[in-house]
T-cell receptor, first 114, second 119 residues
Framework: AQKITQTQPGMFVQEKEAVTLDCTYD???????LFWYKQPSSGEMIFLIY??????QNATEGRYSLNFQKARKSANLVISASQLGDSAMYFC???????????FGQGTELSVKP | GAVVSQHPSWVICKSGTSVKIECRSL??????MFWYRQFPKQSLMLMAT?????????EQGVEKDKFLINHASLTLSTLTVTSAHPEDSSFYIC???????????????FGPGTRLTVT
């Protein structure tokens, strides 16, 4: 069965510090994709970063990087130099060739303190 | 590029009435669109997968007669909540997959969501 898990319901981080949001997944499909999305209070889903199962290097997009540990089935999001505007819900998501659809983790609410 | 719109962005309706929500891919064609539902402080739950020109595939537990999905063209899918009740109040989000997307990429593009309140 395909599953994706975020075990941190809420996280606090001081402005300008780095923070890691955890995500673990489970799939038997060798071809899959992992995503992180940010959802501010407005509700829109903002795509942050993508990691394919065959990608050799960890994905990076500006202040966002994905710590992909395939053997441990984890895909943690690292946000460097946190900003007040980073306060939002963050969702880890997975899809696979087999699944054809995106499934989401439970989400982590990140609060950045000034 | 890759913009998905939803209309309306919010709607209030009376119990027992039906509400239609539109999801459009503005600058790409989408053979497949997805409809999600999200309650406050919870994750997105996939309701159904909408395929252009064919019947939607509903997730387990989703009433197909209550949530009617039509995907009549490569740029438009609609979700109709029939005989809405207060428990149907939720945030509904659609997403679309680019038909012409490179093989092996799985990215979906999300609409801004529709907030439905049933009184």
């Amino acid at each position: 069965a395909q599953k994706i898990t975020q075990t941190q319901p809420g996280m606090f981080v001081q402005e300008k510090e780095a923070v890691t949001l955890d995500c673990t997944y489970d799939t038997s499909d060798p071809s899959y994709g992992l995503f992180w999305y940010k959802q501010p209070s407005s509700g829109e889903m903002i795509f942050l970063i993508y990691q394919g199962s065959y990608d050799q290097q960890n994905a990076t997009e500006g202040r966002y990087s994905l710590n992909f540990q395939k053997a441990r089935k984890s895909a943690n999001l690292v946000i460097s130099a946190s900003q007040l505007g980073d306060s939002a819900m963050y969702f880890c998501a997975m899809t696979s060739r087999q699944m054809g659809k995106l499934i989401f983790g439970q989400g982590t609410e990140l609060s950045v303190k000034p | 590029g890759a913009v998905v719109s939803q209309h309306p962005s919010w709607v209030i309706c009376k119990s027992g009435t039906s509400v239609k929500i539109e999801c459009r891919s503005l600058d790409f064609q989408a053979t497949t669109m997805f409809w999600y539902r999200q309650f406050p402080k919870q994750s997105l739950m996939l309701m159904a997968t909408s395929n252009e020109g064919s019947k939607a595939t509903y997730e387990q537990g989703v009433e197909k007669d209550k949530f009617l999905i039509n995907h009549a063209s490569l740029t438009l899918s609609t979700l109709t909540v029939t005989s809405a009740h207060p428990e149907d109040s939720s945030f509904y989000i659609c997403s679309a997959r680019d038909t012409a997307g490179a093989s092996g990429t799985y990215e979906q593009y999300f609409g801004p969501g529709t907030r439905l309140t049933v009184t």
